[in-house]
């Protein structure tokens, strides 16, 4: 099966889902850190936590005016607060540079390497900010990613640039797309391909090369 032919098969199943990740751009640069090593409902209880304290037009100033220690309590839910906490500090320091200046900061020439040189800002953390939050056509490699094609097409890529650079050649560089062909793979891998996948009952049968594979171990 031709990677080509992915967003469709898996657009046919689930549908239209469009941005498919919430919020405001404000908000999603913070629930970009957030959603790191945990599941979107343990955000959703951080981002109700902090929202007992402010609200959605003053989020980046009230939360660059907590303290690290009592940032992390309010969003303990999402796990790993301390760490979290540290990373929204920074990169809120990196915006405060720019006056909270969204409009501003998606201006800025070579966003992405600066984003990344925001500790705690890995590669899939700043692409999805970019797509998401700044809506730059660049696609975000995941986990998920990384298991649907180990999967279904016997491509074991480690690599996060070999595997973004897959798709940007397969695909034309276009937000829209690349932001519901994200949601569509997390959808598939949390539907059907899980750690533990259940291919007896899905779409994909014998198109798929995990399910004719004689070591199916992945």
């Known amino acids: 099966m031709n990677l080509k032919n992915l967003y469709n098969l898996l657009k046919k199943e689930y549908g239209k889902l469009g941005k498919w990740w919430p919020g405001t751009s404000t908000e999603i640069l913070i629930t970009a850190i957030l959603t790191q090593n945990t599941n979107w409902k343990n955000v959703e209880k951080a981002m109700e936590n902090i929202y007992k304290f402010t609200t959605k037009d003053n989020l980046l100033f009230f939360l660059y005016d907590t303290p690290k220690e009592k940032l992390a309590e309010i969003i303990k839910p999402a796990g790993f607060f301390n760490i979290k906490a540290e ?12 006056n909270f200046n969204l409009k501003y900061v998606e201006k800025e020439p070579n966003l992405r390497e600066k984003l990344l ?11 999805s900010i970019l797509l998401y939050a700044f ?38 560089k276009d937000t829209r797309l690349y932001q519901e062909f994200h949601g569509l793979i997390v959808e598939h891998a949390k539907k059907y391909c899980r750690k ?23």
């Open 117 to 127: 040189k925001i500790k705690g800002i890995g590669k899939e953390t700043a692409d």
């Open 196 to 218: 533990k996948p259940l291919c007896s009952k899905c779409f994909f049968g014998k198109k798929c090369n995990y399910l004719t594979s004689p070591l199916r171990t992945y």
């Open 135 to 172: 809506e730059f056509p660049i696609f975000v490699v995941d986990a998920y990613t990384k298991r649907l094609l180990k999967r279904i097409y016997g491509l074991n890529i480690e690599d996060y640039d070999k595997i973004q650079e897959l798709f940007h050649k397969n695909y034309p």
């Open 87 to 98: 990373r929204i500090k920074n990169l809120l320091n990196f915006l405060k540079k720019r």
